[in-house]
């Protein structure tokens, strides 16, 4: 059973839409993290957001923490093809022993 | 900065066989975790080291696993008596001291093939 739970699963868009994709957790996490992994590479950190409610922008990519610090979601404006990727959520504890990942948003943009 | 290096990239054994991965952190992270990846799947915490002390393993680490980081760099993670289930990306990462938020920076994988 995973903690973090990443809605979709799987997205399939064409360039130039926009998306958003979805991390849940009943759990509090004391900071949350996104990555984005490639095939046959490790995950590369996009962002960690650590305030409630707290918005961050990266270019086109848009990543909100909610005020709860139970979930985040991350958006994307007109998508591009290296956008691709697998995109994780990770939380973290009050410690620094432990991180916990979700399941992934497998994002296929196609041209 | 060289970033977070793994060895070997891959790994094809036979079931029962033991198998040592390495990994070499960021120089000066005190921090290094490692975890699991299996197809289609989010990584999954192993085990968790600050300097060369293994603060947290997951219950998830059987007997046969074990993980040791001597003088706090570089860290191997070995599998004895090896089984199909193992087959999956191990993934190795570091974490910097004084940073109040864990950002953890990954290396590139070992992929393990249980034939």
């Known amino acids: 059973t995973q903690l973090l739970e990443q809605s979709p699963q799987f997205l399939s868009i064409q360039e130039g839409e926009n998306l958003t994709v979805y991390c849940n957790s009943s759990?509090?996490?004391?900071?949350l993290q996104w990555y984005r992994q490639e095939p046959g590479e490790g995950p590369v950190l996009l962002v960690t957001v650590v305030t409630g409610g707290e918005v961050k922008k990266l270019k086109r990519l848009t990543f909100q923490f909610g005020d709860a610090r139970k979930d985040s979601s991350l958006h994307i404006t007109a998508a591009q093809t290296g956008d691709t990727g697998l995109y994780l959520c990770?939380?973290?504890?009050?410690?620094?022993?432990?991180?916990?990942f979700g399941s992934g948003t497998k994002l296929n943009v196609k041209p | 900065d060289t970033g977070v290096s793994q060895d070997p990239r891959h790994k094809i054994t036979k079931r029962g066989q033991n198998v040592t991965f390495r990994c070499d952190p960021i120089s000066e992270h005190n921090r290094l975790y490692w975890y699991r990846q299996t197809l289609g799947q989010g990584p999954e915490f192993l085990t968790y080291?600050?300097?060369?002390?293994?603060?947290?393993k997951s219950r998830l680490l059987s007997d046969r696993f074990s993980a040791e980081r001597p003088k706090g760099s570089f860290s191997t993670l070995e599998i004895q008596r090896t089984e199909q289930g193992d087959s999956a990306m191990y993934l190795c990462?570091?974490?910097?001291?004084?940073?109040?938020?864990?950002?953890?920076?990954f290396g590139p994988g070992t992929r393990l093939t249980v034939l």
């Open positions: 990770a939380g973290g504890g009050y410690n620094f022993n432990k991180f916990y």
């Open positions: 080291f600050q300097n060369e002390a293994q603060l947290e």
């Open positions: 759990s509090v996490f004391s900071s």
């Open positions: 990462a570091s974490s910097p001291k004084y940073r109040v938020y864990n950002e953890q920076f």
